[in-house]
């Protein structure tokens, strides 16, 4: 009996902790969308408008293809793409490798895949996707305007997330593109946990380049709350 009540008092205790630590996650993801960082950044007449996308779950930063001397397709490779015609803009997000790659839809996500994403750090991959039309201000699409140096500088970071090889090109995934999408995966450097997300990457990004962001947006609704219609 005793040692049913001693298993019965840690099994409690973990219990308690364990809704203590939740709290204090989603306690603090509250607290830092409204902590936030380049407040005084305003953008000048020389300006570019970019865009962060979502779906609700996942952001991601869509951005012109080509911009002054830096071109995404000296890097890319185009015919690693369905044949299409140059797209003005390219949606970049960065996330889990297991769950960019085993969940295509989110029909397809399983507690396992999940738990492992968000408790172990886990690899990741580049998602890279063709935008068929240009991006306007909607609900799935929040513009931001940038300075244009401060979008060479959000293209250098973006830049420095993708896996390279020798000849400095990214490292195709050569598998699981989205269907009724014109996208592809790649090696990325970086490690995917709770505490640094997929949306915790796109806020870094933007925050990197100036922008007003939170100081820490584990989730969208996080990066997208200081994003004015």
């Known amino acids: 009996m005793k040692s049913l009540r001693k298993i019965l008092k840690w099994g409690l205790r973990f219990v308690l902790l364990l809704i203590v630590c939740v709290a204090l996650y989603f306690g603090s993801v509250w607290v830092c969308k409204y902590v936030t960082v380049n407040n005084k950044y305003q953008p000048t007449k020389d300006y570019i408008d970019i865009f962060v996308s979502s779906n609700g779950m996942h952001t991601d930063l869509v951005i012109p293809s080509k911009h002054l001397d830096f071109d995404w397709f000296e890097f890319l490779d185009s015919n690693q793409f369905e044949a299409a015609p140059r797209p003005d803009y390219l949606s970049f997000g960065w996330g889990d ?133």
């Open 97 to 229: 490798k297991g769950f960019y790659l085993e969940i295509p839809t989110w029909d397809d996500l399983t507690l396992k895949v999940a738990a492992r994403a968000v408790l172990i750090p886990s690899e990741t991959a580049m998602h890279v996707t063709y935008c068929r039309t240009a991006p306007y201000n909607s609900q799935y699409f929040k513009k931001l305007q940038i300075e244009r140096q401060k979008l060479d500088e959000l293209n250098q970071h973006i830049l420095s997330y993708f896996e390279c090889n020798a000849l400095n090109k990214p490292q195709l995934i050569d598998c699981c593109r989205y269907d009724n999408v014109n996208d592809n995966f790649y090696e990325a450097h970086g490690s995917y946990h709770g505490f640094f997300t997929c949306n915790n990457w796109t806020n870094k990004c933007l925050k990197e380049s100036g922008i007003k962001t939170a100081i820490w947006a584990p989730f969208a609704s996080s990066v997208l709350h200081n994003i004015k219609d």
